[in-house]
């Protein structure tokens, strides 16, 4: 039972995920790039801006959260680190599917010092990236922004929390080998089928993340994409 | 009874479907509910009210939209929040699309710059089209409609009132040929005041007129046109809209004029410059100006001379949203007002971040909105207060109506006066002017 269980997460999911991701988001995009049929002006900031100076801004705006910073420090803080956590594990994933040899050696750094390096880089990560999760969620529960969510907000927090806490067990509790994974990673890009790595807690961890990749572009995930086109537009 | 009203529902269903495209829907759908809006909205912050918080109003249309016009919110519109468009939700949809301001501050402060007033001018459109314009805000837009002006001012009253402007202009630079020059053809610039300014602030055509005589300006004003305002605009009524910028444009069309240079009022410039243009399908053929853009202009060449010690009170700029923030006149009005009086201070935040007023959008038309109006107005009387100001110079009729009011209710001690009244009371008239 949970082989096959494991055997359709790791083989024939991901298929679906990929499908479902990148359809999903190029729907979303062609939708957003149509013109409204109503003549509903969009002239929203108005200024003398150079295409430099709007490409500077909203580079500044997706670095640094400027605007975030501008409302609310508190959340600032949260809410920067948050997503600079998941810039940092999403890197540190990478060593799943590649090692970075090259690196490594211009580094002049030494095979334990890499597992050390990425046991900092993703434990740190993990463990800010599940506390900035509680913290939106205790957030959210508070007035007035709970006045503003729906189911939806909070299955998406409680999803992420899930693939947060299985992801941290693995990195903290259990002591995990790169190379089943990389070698599961390298046979699913080949389109080759495999065998579902023995790790019930990493194939719980898998199964979240593809439903979060699944639910991505219907969700209000999509402001990583729609941000940056809509800041585009208000600062014209 | 009932059927009429199924047929209008349908209606604003379908015309929903034309409205939320494009950048309408991309920010419905990445409105994230993060809530950084709330604080930056004066209506929110000056009554608790959560309908009032920009993202809820995003959300309320979300819902009706995805109702309608997506498969989920068709076939289970529970779990994607999906909501029916019923005689509740469309007075929902009206407190809060008419209860904005429209002012744009809360695009400041979204992440992701997701524009609610354009959100809201989509809910206006809709509720416009179900004739569901608040009361005040509807007559006032069939009076301009049908009459040509706001207050329904005839022909001859304001040729009664231009001729009392006239003498009070010739008194005040004591030159008897001085004029108010109407519907001159072939004249550089038409200036069009609005109803408001005729009745109540006469001070405001007077001023421009004194300016214009100090420069020696190619001016005139019309007998035809002599609304700025668009409250089309504000109701939501698109056709009106399109229509009430026409007039404009075929006025200045009519007297040959280059630049149209619009009086102290925040809409109607926001109108004219970026919107019309969306409106009738081309770019016009002239320029459009504010009056503090011409004053700051004219003090840059040099052709104003002003004596700021006339005025010393402590002045402060209240800029009216549609100027500053959704203009882009941040320098000039405080251009002319630093060349004018003797102190003026900065309110914080200031600039393009300065409070709203709480009173336009056209709810200062709306009689059933006094009391939100003055707890929207609730922030910007904080603000005044801390800038220790003793007059509040503004450009914007809407403005300074609230202004008024929320210095009468929250005892505030400040006078409200416009930009160019301070700008007139400070010139310096060449003696010998030829």
């Not at chain 1, 269980?5 to 149509?34: D, E, H, K």
Request: hydrophobic share 45%; glycine share 8%; net charge negative.
């Amino acid at each position: 039972m949970s082989y096959w269980f494991a055997w359709v997460v790791s083989n024939v999911l991901p298929f679906i995920t990929a499908t479902v991701f990148f359809g999903g988001l190029a729907y979303r995009v062609v939708r957003w790039r149509r013109i409204p049929r109503a003549s509903v002006s969009l002239v929203v900031l108005p200024g003398s801006r150079s295409v430099g100076q709007t490409l500077r801004e909203i580079v500044t705006e997706v670095v640094t959260f400027r605007r975030v910073f501008k409302g609310s420090k508190v959340l600032w803080v949260v809410s920067w680190l948050f997503h600079l956590s998941i810039f940092v594990f999403v890197l540190g994933h990478l060593r799943l599917f590649i090692d970075f040899t090259w690196l490594w050696k211009l580094l002049r750094l030494t095979a334990e010092q890499v597992d050390l390096f990425g046991f900092a880089g993703g434990g740190a990560s993990g463990t800010v990236f599940m506390l900035g999760l509680m913290a939106l969620l205790v957030r959210r529960l508070r007035m007035p922004v709970r006045s503003l969510s729906v189911p939806g907000d909070y299955f998406l927090l409680l999803l992420l929390l899930g693939i947060a806490i299985s992801g941290n067990y693995m990195r903290f509790l259990m002591h995990i080998e790169l190379e089943p994974y990389r070698a599961f990673f390298s046979n699913l890009f080949h389109l080759r089928l495999g065998v579902p790595v023995e790790n019930m807690i990493f194939v719980l961890h898998f199964l979240l993340v593809q439903v979060f990749l699944i639910y991505f572009p219907f969700s209000k995930l999509v402001h990583v994409i729609g941000g940056v086109l809509t800041l585009k537009w208000t600062l014209r | 009874m009932a059927n009429e009203a199924h047929t209008a529902t349908r209606q604003v269903v379908e015309s929903l479907r034309e409205k939320v495209q494009g950048p309408i829907e991309a920010w419905l759908d990445i409105c994230a509910h993060c809530g950084l809006c709330a604080d930056s909205c004066h209506a929110y912050v000056g009554t608790g009210d959560v309908e009032h918080i920009p993202s809820a109003r995003a959300q309320q249309l979300e819902k009706v939209y995805k109702r309608y016009h997506t498969k989920l919110g068709q076939l289970a519109p529970r779990l994607v929040g999906a909501e029916e468009l019923d005689e509740e939700v469309l007075d929902r949809l009206q407190k809060m699309a008419y209860q904005c301001t429209l002012c744009r501050r809360c695009t400041l402060y979204c992440p992701f710059g997701i524009d609610n007033a354009s959100i809201v001018g989509v809910i206006r459109a809709l509720l416009a089209e179900a004739g569901r314009v608040p009361a005040g805000l509807q007559e006032h837009t069939d009076t301009a409609y049908e009459k040509g002006n706001t207050l329904g001012i005839s022909e001859d009253e304001f040729l009664d009132r231009v001729e009392w402007f006239e003498e009070e202009l010739q008194d005040a630079v004591e030159d008897e040929e001085a004029e108010i020059p109407l519907d001159r053809e072939g004249a550089k610039v038409l200036f069009v005041p609005t109803p408001i300014q005729i009745m109540r602030f006469p001070t405001v055509i007077i001023s421009a007129a004194k300016i214009f005589y100090a420069v020696g300006e190619d001016w005139t004003m019309s007998t035809k046109r002599f609304d700025a305002t668009n409250f089309g605009l504000f109701s939501g009524d698109a056709e009106k809209t399109r229509v009430m910028a026409e007039r404009l444009v075929d006025e200045m069309e009519r007297l040959g004029a280059q630049v149209l240079a619009l009086t102290e009022c925040g809409h109607s410039y926001w109108a004219m410059k970026y919107g019309a243009e969306t409106w009738l399908g081309n770019a016009l053929p002239f320029e459009v100006k504010n009056i503090v853009e011409m004053i700051a202009e004219y003090a840059s060449q040099g052709r104003l001379k002003l004596d700021p010690s006339v005025n010393r009170d402590v002045v402060t700029y209240h800029d009216p949203c549609n100027l500053g923030r959704k203009g882009g006149l941040i320098e000039e009005p405080r251009a002319a007002l630093k060349a004018a009086v003797e102190n003026f201070v900065e309110m914080t935040p200031g600039a393009e971040q300065t409070w709203c007023c709480g009173g336009g959008g056209g709810m200062i038309a709306i009689p059933d909105y006094e009391e939100v109006r003055l707890a929207s107005g609730s922030p910007k009387v904080e603000q005044i207060r801390r800038s220790g100001a003793e007059v509040v110079a503004t450009a914007c009729d809407n403005c300074k109506l609230q202004l008024l009011d929320l210095a009468e209710h929250y005892d505030l001690d400040v006078s409200v006066v416009g930009v160019v009244d301070l700008v007139a009371d400070a010139l310096i008239l060449d003696e010998d002017r030829d």
